[in-house]
């Protein structure tokens, strides 16, 4: 008779191979979250920027409510980002706007008064300003998209909390439009002063903007009205005179009257002082290139600048010439001490 020994063995071996395998098969998965791969994991999710206790609350006038509310610094920014800048933009780009913002506000709280807010706040909530909403005004907003847009736009003010920028050791005035018509413009060539940051720059990527290009139709009648001229005499709507360094419109004769590009702009409500016209039977049609004043950073030209791979901080370098990066806390203190 053969030994059974042989025969004892290897049903052994075989019992021990299928103890082994749930333990081989579940393996991989608790390293995920105790072994190697689960380190890596909870690396990367701590690498998140996680937004901190705000400084300090920004007075803000509600529009709606006529109310003013007190939001943390950090929440403010959020919802001005939310307001200003499509969550679809680059987070890059989302960045860039939110060391816009938060550069703006800190500015507003050192100034001892903001000229157009109302008694008790430092800046509405309208675009006299900056453009803010609550999430619950986000919510009702974006829908099912909410949570994604807010998320996406929390991390990138995050990533900057706490930055400003700067000239000469003092926040600047951190201008931003929607897109340039190809070249932002010079601060003084839309306002009044010259301002060293707020220069003219290429910005040629804006031409694909979807704002890029516009046309109004206009009356006869409403033209002459809004700019109160008279151009049916010499059938010619009227001669461009100058242009800033930006390209667009420094003055123009109408009817016998001399006008800025920015006057012509906000009499007729155009989306830009860069404009061509021509008169087209009883109407004046009116051609613009960009979208808004020009002075400062173009939020579509950041986008773009993002999406060839720059970084935010190359970005508002570009747009902000001269200016510096810097911690927002001395500025913050000072407020608070005046408070």
């Keep these: 008779m053969k030994s059974m020994k042989p025969v004892l063995f290897a049903f052994g071996a075989l ?6 395998i749930p333990t081989l098969l579940v393996t991989p998965f608790m390293d995920q979250s105790k072994g190697k791969l689960g380190k890596e994991l909870s690396v990367a ?15 803000v006038y509600r529009s709606q409510t006529k109310k003013i509310e007190n939001i943390p610094l950090e929440e403010y920014v959020i919802g001005v980002v939310a307001s200003e800048m499509p969550a679809e ?18 500015k507003q709280l050192m100034n001892d008064q903001t000229l157009s807010a109302p008694e008790g706040s430092i800046v509405t909530d309208t675009q006299m300003h900056q453009v803010y909403k609550n999430p619950q005004e986000l919510k009702s907003l974006w829908g099912d998209d909410y949570t994604w847009k807010l998320e996406k736009i929390t991390e990138a003010v995050a990533a900057t909390q706490g930055k400003v920028l700067t000239y000469e050791n003092q926040p600047i005035d951190a201008l931003f439009f929607s897109t340039s018509n190809g070249y932002t413009e010079n601060s003084e060539a839309y306002w009044t002063e010259a301002i060293p940051y707020l220069k003219s720059v290429e910005s040629t990527w804006d031409e694909d903007s979807p704002k890029f290009y516009d046309q109004k139709v206009i009356s006869i009648e409403e033209f002459e009205n809004k700019l109160g001229v008279n151009i049916n005499n010499n059938g010619s709507v009227g001669k461009i005179t100058g242009l800033t360094p930006g390209k667009r419109v420094a003055t123009v004769e109408v009817g016998g ?5 920015k006057q012509v702009r906000e009499k007729l409500e155009l989306k830009s002082s860069d404009f061509t016209w021509e008169m087209k039977g009883d109407s004046v049609v009116i051609e613009t290139k960009g979208f808004g004043h020009g002075v400062g950073m173009s939020q579509y030209g950041a986008n773009f600048m993002a999406e060839d791979g720059k970084k935010y901080n190359d ?14 806390e001395p500025f913050l203190t000072k407020y608070t001490a005046k408070n």
């Design 15 to 20: 019992f021990i191979i299928i103890l082994l």
């Design 45 to 59: 999710k701590s690498d998140a920027p996680v937004l901190a206790e705000s400084p300090v609350a920004v007075p």
């Design 89 to 106: 933009f680059e987070t890059e780009a989302l960045k860039a706007q939110a060391l816009a913002a938060r550069t703006y506000i800190t």
């Design 257 to 261: 009257k001399e006008f800025s590009g």
């Design 315 to 328: 970005i508002v370098s570009y747009y902000y010439q001269g200016t510096k990066i810097s911690a927002a």
